[in-house]
């Protein structure tokens, strides 16, 4: 048997994946738990009578179904629901680790009022109806004042009866200013609308595909829902499925796919175009699929009269292997394998959004991958990616608008989403900063925040931070402090993630319509509110026809009134979920102009080569290398910190101490003067952090890689201060068509410090 470089590498890598994978760091984190019980906030429960509580996690993205395990009236364990689609009796480790939100020292425990500088961290404890006043007349002021659009919310969702509540709250007082942090989520929406004119979520029926191109999709790196993926993991193994892993990086899911293509950062949607002028030109396409159900594959001529190039014209004329081998450096065989392969397979699926997908990524890279599906005629199909409506639940009555609202309303986004330049996207949330910083006066004088932590997740996270201390008055509804919380003038905090009923619909990837129930587990054990319930007083307070919109005395019933009929099902399993939904077929799939799928928009259109490669921010010449983000599986990189716990368990060539390392080539290292372990500035466009320096044959040349989800604000010791905040090193790019953050990286400089 040989064994050459590459495939020692991937042994190696996929062996440290593979303790990832196992019972390893379970078990770790239960000695952690017995080592650390003389920390003084970690709970010793008495004996007692022991009972179990299902609920919902609100800690990842793939809302993982969770049985809790309480000794009288103290969580003491939490693990997977059985029967929970998706996870099925396990959870992820954010969600297993999540009584140390419970218990630990950042829950926010009552109202708080600002009393010193933002940031500063110094306040003062105020009584709920004494801040729900102060807020009152502060959006009270704007309606008076004709402004009702200068108020704005930004919240981590846009389903469920919780954020609906938001989006009434701003329609009733007048502004169209909601918005949600930003994810692969935006530009999959954006791609199906364009590509198959209808409003759904993305879903990937991966437990029968047998064929799977990942570019970029960090599948078994917290991507979607991370325990369905291990489970689909397993069934691809079973059936001997292939998976194909493309990125610039041997991150553990490229270590454990079969096979890991070294793409060049940020070039996977040229690769994606190669892949389809291979299939093309050899006629491995469905031609079934393309001649009777697709739009723009072949030439057509517009209603100006004048003939416009196809999909298919412009892949071949473009994206030829050896074209794209010099933009990529993928062998032109290697291409040539894939797309026979991917051809050829049964079911096979292609799918994108950089590692977990945190990030809405360019548009233009998501249609040349869905493109890859319709491709072989996997639309709607098993084994494919599929179109799933969205939540239709909420069915509240529209709100009666005063001249006030509808005056505010009919204003323009703030964000710039829907308007003449962005027609096509709902939220374009990391606009606002560069929107606010241009204007002499912020354009937003009341800012809500929900869920959301943009002052750590936005691209430059710095700067935005800076920009939004322009925004006169800033409301969190918080339950613990975050970046955000902390520049914030009021902190409303809401009931912890076991604390309080909630609906969770589950999106991610997922390619069933399922809406779990978040219940309380314990009771709130702080002066906290339901964030459900601090909108109703805030509508109350405002009165008029604000007040009016919100009929409901709480939140509680606000929920049950709206799942109706589902609402005992739903108290009974904790979730809601149809096992035997499929998508609709061809003939009724595309609800687009054409009534067929669009290879071809007018509003993207994919050019050739080097046009297809966002260009990132920093020039060449002074910042050789390019610096990007990566994602992994015990790494929490969104609104929520890691758990002290978790970080525990996270290896010592990504953090050590409070040092945090970064990836680079060997070659590149020995080009740049850097050993192994040494201290290097890196530095970028947005500037220069000191770093420690891994070396890895497991990325490629000219690439510096930086982990996502540390360098958080330093409310507390144990997972505070420890290491960089990747975002503040890298600045958005803006897509020309979508207006979503296309950045994948940004150039920058490494140097011995």
């Known amino acids: 048997m040989k064994i050459d470089r590459r495939s020692f590498l991937s042994l190696g890598i996929g062996a440290a994946a593979g303790t990832a994978l196992s019972p390893l760091p379970w078990k770790l984190t239960d000695d952690l738990s017995i080592w650390t019980q003389m920390w003084p906030w970690t709970p010793v429960p008495k004996r007692g009578e022991v009972n179990i509580v299902n609920s ?57 009022k600002r009393v010193g500088e933002r940031g500063e961290g110094k306040w003062q404890k105020i009584s709920w109806d004494a801040a729900v006043a102060e807020i009152a007349e502060k959006i009270g002021t704007l309606r008076e004042k004709g402004r009702p659009d200068a108020l704005a919310c930004i919240t981590d969702r846009d389903h469920g009866t919780v954020p609906e509540l938001f989006k009434r709250l701003m329609k009733a007082h007048g502004s169209p200013n909601f918005m949600r942090s930003p994810s692969f ?44 993926m291990f489970k689909a993991k397993g069934l691809w193994l079973d059936k001997k499925a292939k998976v194909v892993q493309a990125e610039a990086r041997l991150s553990n899911s490229a270590a454990k796919a079969d096979q890991w293509i070294p793409v060049e950062a940020g070039t996977e949607a040229v690769l994606a175009l190669g892949i389809a002028h291979v299939i093309i030109k050899e006629g491995l396409y469905k031609k079934n699929f393309t001649d009777s159900y697709g739009f723009g594959f072949e030439d057509w001529v517009g209603k100006d009269g004048k003939k416009h190039d196809g999909f298919k014209s412009i892949v071949l004329k473009h994206y030829a292997p050896n074209a794209v081998a010099g933009i990529t450096r993928v062998d032109p065989d290697v291409i040539v394998e894939i797309a026979t392969a991917f051809a050829k397979a049964s079911h096979p699926l292609a799918l994108c959004g950089r590692g977990q997908g945190l990030s809405p990524g360019a548009l233009h890279e998501v249609m040349a991958v869905h493109a890859l599906n319709a491709l072989v005629g996997n639309i709607n199909q098993k084994g494919g990616v599929w179109a799933v409506p969205l939540p239709d639940y909420v069915k509240w009555p529209e709100p009666k608008l005063d001249g006030i609202a509808e005056k505010g309303l009919a204003a323009a986004r703030i964000d710039g989403a829907g308007s003449e330049r962005y027609p096509h996207a709902k939220y374009i949330l990391t606009r606002l900063p560069a929107v606010i910083n241009e204007a002499e006066a912020s354009p937003v004088e009341v800012l809500f925040v929900s869920g959301a932590n943009p002052c750590y997740t936005l691209p430059d996270a710095r700067a935005a931070k800076a920009v939004l201390s322009k925004i006169p008055f800033i409301v969190s509804f918080a339950s613990h402090m975050d970046e955000t919380a902390l520049m914030a003038d009021l902190i409303l905090p809401n009931h912890g993630h076991l604390e309080r009923y909630e609906d969770f619909p589950v999106l991610a990837g997922m390619n069933t319509p399922l809406i779990g129930l978040c219940r309380p587990v314990v009771q709130p054990r702080r002066n906290t509110r339901h964030t459900g319930d601090a909108l109703l007083m805030i509508a109350k307070a405002v009165g008029g026809p604000v007040a009016d919109a919100f009929p409901w005395e709480s939140y509680q019933e606000c929920l049950e009134q709206t799942m109706g009929a589902n609402w005992q099902p739903l108290l009974e399993n904790g979730f809601i979920h149809n096992p035997e939904y499929k998508p609709e077929g061809w003939d009724a799939s595309f609800k687009t102009p054409s009534g067929k799928f669009a290879f071809m928009s007018d509003a993207c259109a994919i050019e050739g080569g080097e046009d297809a490669v966002v260009h990132i921010e920093g020039k060449p010449d002074e910042f050789p290398l390019a610096l990007i983000p990566y994602d992994a599986i015990r790494l929490a990189g969104g609104a929520t910190a890691t758990t002290p716990f978790v970080l525990k368990t996270v290896d010592d060539t990504v953090l050590l101490g409070t040092d945090i390392f970064v990836e680079v080539n060997t070659k590149t290292g020995g080009k740049c003067g850097l050993e192994e372990g040494v201290y290097a500035n890196l530095t970028t466009p947005k500037g220069t952090v000191k770093v420690r320096v891994h070396l890895s044959e497991g990325i490629v040349p000219g690439v510096v890689a930086m982990p996502r989800g540390l360098g ?28 979503l953050d296309a950045a994948w990286g940004i150039r920058a400089n490494l140097t011995i410090a």
Not at 716 to 735: A, C, T, W
């Open 56 to 112: 919902v996690s609100t800690l990842c993205a793939g809302g993982c179904g969770i049985s809790v395990r309480k000794v009288e009236d103290r969580a003491v364990k939490i693990e997977g629901m059985k029967g929970y689609p998706g996870n099925d009796g396990k959870a992820c480790i954010h969600c297993l680790s999540g009584l140390q939100l419970l218990y630990g020292p950042t829950a926010v425990r009552s109202p708080l």
């Open 185 to 228: 989520e935006d530009t999959y929406e954006l791609a199906l609308k364009l590509m198959q004119g209808v409003d759904a979520s993305v879903g990937f029926d991966l437990e029968n595909a047998d064929y799977i191109l990942s570019l970029g999709s960090g599948i078994l790196d917290g991507w979607g829902s991370s325990v369905r």
């Open 712 to 739: 958080h604000a330093e409310i507390e010791s144990y997972v505070g201060g420890k290491g960089i905040n990747v975002n503040d090193l890298i600045g958005p790019v803006e897509d020309p068509v979508s207006g």
